[in-house]
């Protein structure tokens, strides 16, 4: 396994290229820049450079074809990282300790994790504070607008199979991953995040090893991420190097402390943020953006259900004051982006555009803003306010 110590010495120029920023000429209606902020990114909204938060812009998801695949590009998929972190992996060298209240702890290599079956899902990573930055009154933390989010394909062994091999012992509870991100302030807790033994071996967690077709690029992990489709991705711990089972429930700072909303039901106040809600994404009409008036529009957009799938989406032309149904695109699984798509008829003018998701579950999209003090769980139907211009030119 990496030494953690050994790593330190080279993480600070770890997202040196991320301060070249380049294409600066290209700016968004909202008034944001867009740069090439890593070599294999292109297009993306810099939040910060070290250690890097990358946004992706929301035409990034947009297609005029409903039948179209909804996989975000792997160069335009959003990076979030805690801390610093190696550029460079030894894939011959790295290990991962399966260890703590086991019969038989392991170190696995990568041909062993290659070895064990391999599954495959689409599902949606996002950063549990996505669209933080719209919250009023703001609140500290990274200002994304809605574009910490993105969809692929990740392929992996299952989790479940990976702690088989190790003998999880009676009384294990949860099972804790942390990985080779490394504090760049001492003192700092190490990022690490568990699951519920339940949840690790009862559904679709995996331990991905490729993304979209591809090995995982290092800014994304590699060379293994755990995947928790319909969770946030505060838990898609990257660069894995450390699998601990647990015989009490974990009283880490990022468990106990970090990533929590208050709730007046939940033991202490507070509740940790961990099944992502249903949102909508309008992806065809800018906010700011002006448009050439027509009798009737096209509106696009992509839809998730949260932890499970799509049902419906309605749009509305006149700020909510009347909604009619959105056609939805091909289903590629509950964990998936759906595309859709409606014709509306606007006034001239300025106009608020909306659109509300219904999940599978007939959980639909709030009108009113949850605001919490962490700016977390963002799923109001966004307003997103454009005009179409009385001049023809425009």
């Known amino acids: 396994m990496i030494s953690r110590r050994h790593l330190v010495a080279g993480l600070v120029a770890a997202p040196a290229a991320a301060q070249q920023r380049v294409d600066l000429g290209m700016v968004l209606a909202d008034g944001r820049a867009l740069a090439n902020p890593f070599e294999g990114k292109r297009g993306m909204i810099v939040q910060r450079s070290l250690p890097p938060l990358l946004e992706t812009p929301l035409e990034a998801f947009d297609s005029v074809d409903l039948g179209a695949p909804v996989l975000t590009p792997t160069n335009r998929f959003f990076v979030r990282w805690h801390y610093a972190f190696p550029t460079e992996i030894d894939p011959a060298a790295h290990r991962l300790a399966v260890m703590g209240h086991v019969g038989k702890p ?5 041909p062993a994790l290659a070895r064990l079956p391999q599954t495959e899902v689409m599902a949606i990573n996002q950063c549990a504070g996505n669209g933080r930055a719209l919250f009023s009154p703001r609140v500290p933390g990274a200002q994304w607008a809605n574009g910490a989010i993105g969809n692929a394909v990740w392929r992996g062994p299952r989790l479940a199979d990976v702690l088989a091999l190790a003998g999880p012992l009676g009384g294990a509870t949860a099972v804790r991953a942390s990985g080779l991100d490394v504090p760049m302030m001492e003192g700092a807790p190490a990022f690490a995040k568990s699951l519920s033994l339940e949840h690790a071996i009862g559904g679709e967690v995996m331990l991905a090893t490729h993304m979209n077709g591809e ?26 190097d450390r699998l601990e089972i647990l015989a009490a429930p974990d009283a880490g700072y990022w468990m106990a402390t970090a990533y929590r909303r208050p709730d007046s039901q939940a033991a202490g106040g507070s509740r940790p943020v961990t099944a992502m809600r249903p949102r909508s994404l309008i992806t065809s009409h800018a906010p700011g953006s002006r448009h050439r008036w027509a009798e009737t ?9 949260g932890d499970t799938g799509v049902r419906a989406v309605a749009v509305s032309s006149d700020a909510g004051a009347s909604w009619v149904p959105a056609r939805l695109g091909p289903d590629f699984g509950p964990h998936s982006f759906r595309r859709f798509e409606a014709s ?51």
Request: hydrophobic share 45%; glycine share 10%; no cysteine.
């Open 106 to 110: 392991r170190m696995l290599d990568l």
């Open 215 to 240: 090995p995982l690029p290092i800014v994304h992990g590699f060379p293994i991420r755990l995947i928790v489709p319909g969770w946030y991705s505060t838990y898609w711990v990257k660069m894995v």
């Open 297 to 305: 529009v096209q509106l696009r957009g992509v839809a998730m259900g």
């Open 344 to 394: 509306i008829s606007p006034a001239r003018g300025d106009v608020t555009l909306l659109a509300r998701a219904t999940n599978a579950r007939d959980e639909t999209q709030p009108l009113g803003e949850d605001w919490n003090p962490g700016g977390f769980e963002r799923q109001i139907v966004e307003p997103v306010r454009v005009n179409f211009g009385l001049d023809a030119r425009l």
